[in-house]
């Protein structure tokens, strides 16, 4: 583990001294820092209502629930089930 790590070190410097040799410095070689990852948005108000059911809705994003699915099975359209 010691030796890999002094190796790693020494080709650490030896490509430190020829990005420095060549005039340019490793973020311009290897790019800046990493982005941070995006934040998330918070909750988001529901889109559809379960017309059998009042209290089941669906925000329209990620996979459709169960009783989406069955309501289009059954011949409702999705402007149906729109809350407005």
């Known amino acids: 583990a010691e030796l890999a790590k002094e190796k790693l070190g020494a080709l650490r ?3 430190e001294n020829i990005v420095k040799q060549e005039g340019y410095s490793l973020e311009d070689v290897f790019g800046g820092r990493a982005r941070r990852a995006r934040k998330s948005m918070g909750v988001v108000a529901p889109k559809f209502r379960n017309p059998a059911n009042a209290q089941q ?3 329209g994003r990620g996979k459709r629930p169960r009783w989406f699915h069955e ?9 149906d089930m729109l809350i407005k």
């Open 57 to 59: 809705t669906w925000s």
């Open 13 to 15: 410097e030896r490509i």
């Open 71 to 79: 309501a289009l099975a059954a011949g409702r359209k999705e402007a």
